[in-house]
């Protein structure tokens, strides 16, 4: 049955189910604090600092993340973050023996798990939405705020039954699974499914107009100030996409400019 929602909706809705998982996953580090720290018998600085170290490498990892989505795939990118994510989680249940390696299996893939689907992540949702971008990003960050919430409180109702290296494994599982799901939704931009952002697509499909979006893509309004240089005008008549608008359907031209 078909319905009526506009597909970019989806990928708002996988965005912020993919915030809230990596978020809760990388915050929830704080339930484990104390039983890390009495696991290696080290002062909590040492401890901290784990945390401190992911912080910077998901953060930095995002400076590269998102032109690497737009070279490879969106979706493609995000799922190998979701990966590296709970195999960071896996492995450092492991590494109850040594400090070192759980700081190396934690901070490294935990990190570039993080950052390789946050920033991707963010950028398909404003690629998806013109006029409701700012609505479309803020339900979408929302999932930031549920999963540093969700994720500490339910790894400490895990730790009141289990392990804390059951509880990263059980972590790691979830993760993997939820989120090769919820992957599956996002998509890079409307262009994939024939759509432009807002669903503005089938507005322009009038008889006897061929749009296609490869072959004529919306185009970028180019201001041209006046002589006086206070104000300035669209001027759209110059782009061949229009163009073929308005030869075609006189009357969808009177709709852009009446």
Same mark, same amino acid.
């Given at each position: 049955?078909?319905?009526?929602? #506009? ?6 809705? +996988?965005?912020?189910?993919? =915030? ?5 996953? &990388? ?23 784990? #945390?401190?170290?992911? &912080? ?7 400076? #590269?993340?998102?032109?690497?989505? @737009?070279?490879?795939? *969106? ?10 994510? +709970? =195999?960071?989680? #896996? ?7 040594? =400090? ?22 963010? *950028? ?11 609505? +479309? ?16 409180? &339910? ?42 952002? @807002?669903? =503005? ?12 979006? +490869? ?14 240089? *206070? ?21 969808? &031209? ?5």
């Amino acid at each position: 049955m078909k319905t009526n929602i #506009f597909p970019g909706w989806y990928v708002v809705f +996988a965005a912020h189910l993919l =915030l809230a998982l990596i978020f809760g996953g &990388a915050y929830s580090f704080g339930a484990f604090f104390s039983q890390i720290q009495s696991n290696f018998e080290v002062g909590r600085f040492s401890v901290a600092s784990v #945390f401190s170290l992911t &912080a910077f490498i998901y953060y930095a990892v995002g400076v #590269f993340s998102g032109s690497l989505a @737009d070279r490879i795939s *969106t979706r493609v990118v995000v799922c190998a973050g979701i990966i590296l994510l +709970a =195999l960071g989680f #896996f492995l450092s249940s492991l590494a109850s023996g040594s =400090l070192q390696l759980f700081l190396v299996c934690f901070c490294s893939l935990v990190g570039l798990g993080v950052g390789l689907v946050y920033v991707p992540t963010v *950028t398909a949702v404003q690629r998806w939405f013109v006029k409701n971008r700012s609505m +479309a990003s803020g339900i979408a960050l929302a999932g930031t705020g549920v999963g540093t919430f969700v994720g500490p409180s &339910a790894a400490g109702l895990l730790m009141q039954h289990f392990s804390w290296e059951s509880t990263m494994q059980i972590f790691a599982v979830a993760i993997l699974v939820v989120g090769l799901l919820v992957a599956s939704l996002v998509r890079s931009n409307p262009q994939e499914l024939g759509l432009l952002p @807002d669903g =503005l697509a089938p507005l322009l499909r009038a008889p006897g107009v061929m749009w296609h979006p +490869a072959a004529c893509a919306w185009p970028k309004p180019r201001v041209r100030a006046d002589s006086g240089g *206070t104000s300035g005008r669209f001027s759209l008549a110059r782009s061949g996409c229009f163009s073929r608008l308005c030869t075609s359907t006189p009357t969808l &031209a009177s709709l852009v400019f009446p």
